[in-house]
T-cell receptor, first 112, second 111 residues
């Protein structure tokens, strides 16, 4: 089965700086990689996702890159703002009817 | 379009009591999932249903049972609640490799 490792577990950045969170996965057959943001007391919400036929995807200040050879994918947040403070989870999916496998999360703090 | 709806939102139980958490989705998704999230921790999969009529164990199934009542509804039952089951429970649904959507969660305390 799939295994997803996420680093770092905590990350503090100054407002306006960039933040990068990295995940590695074990199964080369994985083909769908979403990122979720969870604010305190709220449900996880999808912020961006990428499929294995794409190397990079951007949405305003957020981007995800995928390196299939190395089996890792990363979330990049530019020009961070205090409202970006949250826990971020990466995930991977390797077959249509199998569940997402989540990383353990990264707690991002943006310091004003 | 409500997405994924969970009931109740909050519940306090005594040790040994039983209860059922309800989940319904209106997005016509085939797959549904139950997770638990302990304070400051990640998401742990309890059970999932890849399609109507099937259920499978996840990472932490002990002490729980599930029923996929129909395509829309997936319930989670605690037969004899224990303090270790105090947690926030999230239901989610997904279709193929499309985005997975979560409900707002049920905050369960067992005394």
């Amino acid at each position: 089965g799939e295994n997803v490792e996420q680093h770092p577990s905590t990350l503090s950045v100054q407002e306006g700086d960039s933040a990068v969170i990295k995940c590695t996965y074990s199964d080369s057959a994985s083909n769908y990689f979403p990122w979720y943001k969870q604010e305190l007391g709220k449900r996880p919400q999808l912020i961006i996702d990428i499929r294995s036929n794409v190397g990079e995807k951007k949405d305003q200040r957020i981007a995800v890159t995928l390196n299939k050879t190395a089996k890792h994918f990363s979330l990049h947040i530019t020009e961070t703002q205090p409202e970006d403070s949250a826990v971020y989870f990466c995930a991977a999916k390797w077959m249509r009817n199998t569940p997402l496998v989540f990383g353990k999360g990264t707690r991002l703090s943006v310091i004003a | 379009n409500a997405g994924v709806t969970q009931t109740p939102k909050f519940q306090v139980l005594k040790t040994g009591q039983s209860m059922t958490l309800q989940c319904a989705q209106d997005m016509n998704h085939n797959s549904m999932y139950w997770y638990r999230q302990d304070p400051g921790m990640g998401l742990r999969l309890i059970y999932y249903s890849a399609s109507e009529g099937t259920t499978d164990k996840g990472e932490v199934p002990n002490g729980y049972n599930v029923s996929r009542l129909n395509k829309r509804e997936f319930s989670l039952r605690l037969e004899s609640a224990a303090p270790s089951q105090t947690s926030v429970y999230f239901c989610a649904s997904m279709a193929g490799n499309q985005p997975q959507h979560f409900g707002d969660g049920t905050r369960l305390s067992i005394l």
